[in-house]
């Protein structure tokens, strides 16, 4: 079967999910993976077999499941990167988070700390780009745990992974605090889209109605203490409210907008 045809099967049955183009790069994911082929093959008519590996990935994909944690795989910063359904799926968002950090901190060589790390995407990158520093990340969830040490180790990354409830438990002092915690308010739900809600973990996505800025206010008042520098992801819904409290703590801060030009990254910093 020429790849071209293939790419047509594929694409008719995921645009009953997603927009074409994003049906397209979805197949292109899937054949560099099987194949080790790219988009040039498609185009020069390349030959392959349809074989029970594509039906069973294509069945997953129809169902709704996110490519990458069908494929077990997501790309991040120059990594490739092992993802299962106990951890979030990297976004391009937290690449910008990661890219304004090292544009802030060319050759650092202090510490880091990642705030529920996940998959450990943010600390294996800062690792990567400053070898002499001390990197680690930090999680409540066990399982998004074993995925981040696996990371590590596939990487050859020596980041420090460990459990932690930020809410209740005290944190060793760092020069920098990264964060990407839970800020959708449940009642948000019904906005999101269904392969979310039903694959990606909810304890890292989630918090509580009634003060959903929480993880926020205590990581910048534990930096506040340690006069660490704090760089964070968040809606840009909490901005104006953000904006506020910070202010009527004195604490400086500046925003960032993200690739679609909303207010979703946020540095604070202490005198």
Same mark, same amino acid.
């Given at each position: 079967m020429q790849l071209g045809v293939l790419k047509a099967l594929f694409t008719d049955k995921l645009t009953k999910l997603y927009r074409l183009s994003e049906a397209e790069n979805i197949f292109y994911m899937v054949?560099?993976?099987?194949?080790?082929?790219?988009?040039?093959?498609? %185009?020069?008519?390349?030959?392959?077999?349809?074989?029970?590996?594509?039906?069973? %990935?294509?069945? &997953?994909?129809?169902?709704?499941?996110?490519?990458?944690?069908?494929?077990?795989?997501?790309?991040?910063?120059?990594?490739?990167?092992?993802?299962?359904?106990?951890?979030?799926?990297?976004?391009?968002?937290?690449e910008q988070l990661v890219h304004w950090i090292l544009e802030d901190h060319p050759n650092f060589q202090g510490s880091v700390v990642d705030i529920g790390t996940g998959s450990g995407c943010i600390p294996l990158v800062l690792k990567k780009h400053w070898p002499n520093a001390q990197v680690s990340g930090c999680d409540? &969830?066990?399982?998004?745990?074993?995925?981040?040490?696996?990371?590590?180790?596939?990487?050859?990354?020596?980041?420090?992974?460990?459990?932690?409830n930020i809410l209740?438990?005290? %944190?060793? @002092?760092?020069?920098?605090?990264? &964060?990407?915690? @839970?800020?959708?308010?449940? &009642?948000?739900?019904?906005?999101?889209?269904?392969?979310?809600?039903?694959?990606?973990?909810?304890?890292? %996505?989630?918090?509580?109605?009634?003060d959903p800025l929480l993880f926020y206010k205590t990581i910048i008042l534990l930096a506040h203490q340690q006069k660490s520098t704090c760089y964070f992801e968040t809606s840009e819904y909490y901005r104006p409210e953000l904006d506020n409290w910070l202010k009527e703590h004195n604490f400086s801060f500046v925003w960032q907008l993200d690739f679609q030009d909303k207010d979703r990254l946020l540095k604070v910093t202490f005198d």
């Open positions: 054949l560099y993976y099987l194949e080790k082929k790219s988009k040039t093959a498609v %185009l020069l008519g390349q030959e392959t077999m349809l074989g029970d590996t594509y039906v069973t %990935l294509l069945q &997953s994909l129809m169902d709704g499941k996110p490519v990458q944690y069908v494929l077990n795989e997501a790309p991040f910063y120059g990594l490739d990167l092992f993802v299962d359904e106990t951890v979030l799926i990297p976004r391009p968002e937290t409540i &969830s066990t399982e998004a745990l074993k995925v981040a040490q696996r990371n590590s180790k596939e990487q050859n990354l020596d980041v420090i992974f460990f459990q932690k209740t438990e005290e %944190l060793e @002092p760092y020069d920098i605090i990264v &964060s990407n915690p @839970p800020y959708i308010a449940h &009642s948000e739900k019904d906005d999101m889209h269904e392969n979310v809600l039903e694959y990606e973990p909810h304890i890292a %996505l989630f918090v509580d109605d009634t």
